[in-house]
């Protein structure tokens, strides 16, 4: 079946550091892939997506591209603040199907 | 942008109890979905709904029911609340089949 597999957390970095979190995927189809941020003590909230080979999803600085050759999805941010400190969740969906199937999640804790 | 409201925040029942969670999305979304999220096992779906009185079973549905009598609202039922049942609960709805969630809140359940 389709799943998603992150790097464990926590990931703690200090402010305007370089962050990647890892993610690979396998799929049965042709998935459109996603990042979703969870802040603490909220729902989860989407992040970027990119829908086919070699699509690079993109917002807040946070960029992640879809490359079908090594099936990952990693992200990555250049200098990460506090306020990024949070759950990230790799997700994906095949075509036609309705559900996300979704990564563990990785804790990003971000120190001043 | 769609807004998922759900109806608590936070909740606290008796093992034995009959338990709704409600769950409304503004937006005419087709596909509604209930997950539970616990540390350590991420997101686990427990059921979703493509479309007004359909349903359909997820990962995790035994303990739960669903119902959706109309396209905006789709409530999430402990038929007997037990203390394993203790979680947060997370609904989320998607515009078709594919396409990325939005998310609730989410309602944070402990069954004593």
């Known amino acids: 079946g389709d799943s998603v597999t992150q790097m464990e957390g926590p990931v703690t970095l200090s402010e305007e550091a370089f962050l990647t979190i890892n993610c690979t995927y396998t799929a049965t189809g042709y998935p459109s892939l996603f990042w979703y941020v969870q802040y603490p003590g909220e729902g989860l909230q989407l992040l970027l997506k990119?829908?086919?080979?070699?699509d690079k999803g993109s917002n807040k600085g946070f960029e992640a591209t879809y490359r079908k050759e090594t099936t990952s999805f990693h992200l990555e941010k250049g200098s990460v603040q506090v306020s990024d400190s949070a759950v990230y969740f790799c997700a994906l969906s095949v075509t036609g199907y309705s559900t996300l199937t979704f990564g563990k999640g990785t804790m990003l804790l971000v120190s001043p | 942008d769609v807004k998922v409201t759900q109806s608590s925040r936070y909740l606290v029942k008796r093992t034995g109890e009959k338990v709704f969670l409600e769950c409304v999305q503004d937006?005419?979304?087709?596909?509604m979905f209930w997950y539970r999220q616990d540390p350590g096992l991420g997101l686990r779906l427990i059921y979703f709904?493509?479309?007004?009185?359909?349903?359909e079973k997820g990962d995790i549905p035994e303990g739960y029911s669903v119902s959706r009598e109309k396209k905006e609202r789709f409530s999430l039922i402990l038929e007997s609340a037990s203390t394993n049942q203790t979680s947060m609960y997370l609904c989320?709805?998607?515009?078709?089949?594919?396409?990325?969630?939005?998310f609730g809140s989410g309602t944070r359940l402990t069954v004593v």
């Open positions: 709904s493509y479309d007004v009185k359909m349903k």
């Open positions: 989320a709805s998607s515009f078709e089949r594919g396409s990325g969630y939005t």
């Open positions: 990119a829908t086919k080979a070699d």
């Open positions: 937006m005419d979304h087709e596909n």
